[in-house]
């Protein structure tokens, strides 16, 4: 148990869909990120949120929507998504922006169809 | 940008023996490089970190060692035993308010 939960933990969605993937972090940190991983590809960061405030969007495609209510809430909200979209999303938390320890939860698997 | 790249992609060695991970890196402005270890159905896990104010460090049977003129940094398991067996990426980064970036990772297999 790493402190950060991600839901749901698996999820199917045809390609006009639209769902969220929620994250929560119980360790206070004030930084929260969505990654994308997909086979045999180094961890893409897709969005950085510090404070609240979104300061990284890695060209990220408008299909992929963040929203941070608070320092301890993160989602992703997916619509119109494309089959190679399909991947493990994971979620991290730290106490600032790089340099510091980041911590994973378990991460969403993704299917598209 | 910085681009990180880590070599091997799969590693295989028997219990006991040592495994040795390599990374370099392109930024010579970073300064902290961590290593996670992703076991299956989990998440990445910080194993060891260095920070470029030193050249080697030790966590019990795990070690990292940094070499910024050339800018590559490995990762040392002495010892390897089963439950070592997963993947591990090294990453780097220019510190507080930069983000991590990460190598493809290394598939560490341990036979018993």
């Known amino acids: 148990e790493t402190g950060v939960t991600q839901t749901p933990r698996h999820l199917v969605m045809g390609m006009t869909n639209k769902k969220s993937l929620k994250c929560e972090q119980h360790?206070?940190?004030?930084?929260m990120y969505w990654y994308k991983q997909s086979a045999k590809k180094p961890l893409e960061l897709m969005f950085v949120?510090?404070?609240?405030?979104?300061?990284e969007n890695n060209s990220v495609p408008s299909r992929f929507s963040p929203e941070c209510p608070n320092s301890s809430h993160l989602f992703l909200h997916l619509h119109t998504l494309q089959p190679e979209d399909s991947a493990l999303y994971l979620c991290?938390?730290?106490?600032?922006?790089?340099?510091?320890?980041?911590?994973f939860g378990p991460g969403t698997r993704l299917t598209v169809t | 940008g910085e681009n990180v790249e880590q070599h091997p992609s799969t590693l295989s060695v028997q219990e006991g023996d040592s495994a040795v991970i390599k990374c370099t890196y392109s930024?010579?402005?970073?300064?902290?490089f961590p290593w996670y270890k992703q076991e299956l159905g989990k998440g990445p896990q910080l194993i060891i970190d260095?920070?470029?104010?030193?050249g080697e460090k030790k966590d019990q049977r795990i070690a990292v060692t940094l070499n910024k003129t050339a800018k590559h940094f490995s990762l040392h398991i002495t010892e390897t035993q089963p439950e070592d067996s997963a993947v591990y990426f090294c990453a780097a980064s220019r510190g507080s308010y930069d983000k991590v970036i990460f190598g493809p990772g290394t598939s560490l297999s341990v036979i018993p």
């Open positions: 991290a938390s730290s106490q600032g922006n790089g340099g510091s320890e980041q911590y």
């Open positions: 949120y510090n404070f609240k405030e979104q300061t």
């Open positions: 360790l206070g940190h004030n930084a």
């Open positions: 260095i920070r470029s104010n030193v």
């Open positions: 930024d010579s402005a970073s300064n902290y």
